[in-house]
């Protein structure tokens, strides 16, 4: 095997011990969709797919079951053999293609699987019926499953009670890059970016190695965003509609609770969202919450109330998402350039969020700054809804040391500058917090910036900081 990619390294070790292993495996890789999936198993086992075929999109069952059939027949299956005529048929035909394969270990990967199965296809009784009957007893067997249908991916065929029940022997999922990785490819690309530059595109594209791969080395960091958003033609500019169609069923209900969401900066909880959206308050917001959650599109957590959870807030953290809203979503002002807007209150506005997710997604980053990577946490949002006298924390690391870090996230062009007032703001969140039933922790002050608080009379406040370059480690 051969790699030649970018992070990846927990995955990478779990696919070469299942590689080396002494018996047959099945391998599930979820994650959303441009994540990089198919890339990450083509580049790792290029030299040992035996078969590989992708589903596709929308397509009925006889068109499934012809791009099976053909890739059979590339990869060498004798062309004198019939179509199937359903997918135990097809099944039955890739166990006779495997048995005329020499190979040690032989992988085979169905990419897109959720594609495949259509309604009343019997693809999965199938497929269970080739791993059961077949596959799982001959000891050298890879079979890996690719879906960008995280959702799918979790209830047909991870959490399946069937007879593919406890079957899957190793489950990844793979999560978008880390600023660092973001990094290292953009500097196999030939960029020279500072890593401010790379802030700005990771709460733009949010780590999704695709749209990263867009970028033209040769075009400023400003010429690229206009080039691939605010033509008429760019590249990412309808991919908001393609996502989700791709990946939700009912995309349309999907598409109101990410709107909803999108509207209220700190998150809504259950109730709040089907107030706002008019969304039928059955099973259907419920699976709804589930599968953006598990594509990753938005958060769940508990708001701290004395070291407990209580009523669920989901927060929408998906990058593109929150871009796409903005800037780009139609009936928006035409926004002229990237450069045009930046430093106008929309901009400011949307980096402030964009911000906050991006360091909430860099919480080992961030414990490693602190000292604290050893320490076992728990992470909240707070917020004091009292009228008129609210207060909202963005980001609360409860420690097992009895220890809070009460975290204020700021974006700035330059070094934050603590006055008067902010820092009475700052003291007024830190007295309602201490002032919680039961709280008996000690508690620090943490800022995290892109460049740091600036040292005045009001910065004194501040116990510890995290900067942008502490969240690249």
């Not at 006889?62 to 590339?74: G, M, N």
């Not at 999965?124 to 991916?153: K, Y």
């Not at 700052?426 to 917090?433: C, H, S, V």
């Amino acid at each position: 095997m051969k790699s030649n990619i970018i992070g990846r390294e927990k995955e990478i070790q779990e696919l070469e011990d299942v590689y080396n292993s002494k018996k047959s495996e099945f391998v599930a890789i979820c994650g959303r969709r441009r994540v990089g999936k198919t890339f990450l198993i083509e580049e790792l086992f290029e030299n040992e797919i035996v078969f590989k075929t992708a589903g596709v999109a929308n397509a009925s069952k006889l068109s499934q079951l012809k791009t099976f059939y053909r890739e059979l027949i590339a990869r060498g299956l004798p062309p004198e053999k019939e179509e199937p005529k359903d997918w135990i048929d097809a099944f039955f035909m890739l166990r006779s293609f495997l048995e005329r394969q020499k190979s040690k270990r032989k992988v085979v990967v169905i990419d897109e699987l959720p594609w495949f199965d259509t309604p009343k296809s019997g693809f999965m009784q199938a497929l269970e019926n080739f791993w059961n009957s077949w596959a799982a007893s001959q000891h050298n067997i890879i079979l890996i499953v690719c879906g960008s249908a995280t959702s799918w991916m979790m209830n047909t065929l991870i959490n399946n009670y069937g007879g593919l029940y406890n079957r899957v022997t190793c489950n990844i999922f793979l999560n978008p890059f880390t600023l660092k990785e973001c990094e290292r490819m953009l500097q196999e690309k030939g960029f020279n970016l500072s890593r401010y530059e790379i802030a700005e595109l990771y709460m733009i594209f949010g780590g999704i190695p695709f749209y990263i791969d867009k970028l033209k080395p040769d075009m400023s960091l400003s010429q690229n965003i206009d080039n691939i958003f605010f033509r008429p033609n760019g590249s990412l500019r309808n991919e908001f509609d393609n996502l989700y169609k791709a990946l939700f069923k009912n995309s349309e209900d999907y598409v109101k609770v990410v709107s909803a969401l999108y509207s209220r900066k700190a998150g809504l909880t259950r109730k709040e969202i089907l107030e706002t959206t008019g969304i039928n308050s059955g099973g259907g917001i419920t699976e709804i919450l589930k599968n953006l959650t598990w594509c990753g599109f938005i958060r769940p957590y508990d708001e701290y109330k004395a070291g407990r959870g209580e009523d669920i807030t989901y927060q929408l953290v998906d990058f593109y998402t929150l871009f796409y809203f903005q800037f780009i979503k139609p009936g928006r002002k035409s926004r002229g350039s990237w450069t045009s807007i930046q430093g106008k209150p929309e901009f400011n506005s949307w980096a402030g969020i964009s911000f906050e997710r991006l360091a909430v997604n860099h919480i080992s980053q961030i414990k490693q700054k602190l000292g604290i990577s050893g320490v076992e946490t728990s992470e909240y949002s707070w917020r004091d809804n009292t009228p008129g006298e609210g207060a909202q924390i963005d980001l609360v690391i409860e420690r097992a040391d009895n220890t809070v870090n009460i975290c204020e996230i700021k974006f700035s062009v330059n070094e934050f500058s603590i006055d008067n007032d902010y820092e009475m703001n700052l003291r007024n969140k830190i007295a309602r917090f201490i002032n919680l039933p039961r709280f008996s922790k000690s508690v620090q002050l943490t800022f995290i910036s892109t460049y740091g608080v600036k040292r005045n009379t009001h910065s004194g406040i501040v116990n510890n900081e995290v900067v942008l370059d502490d969240l690249f480690a």
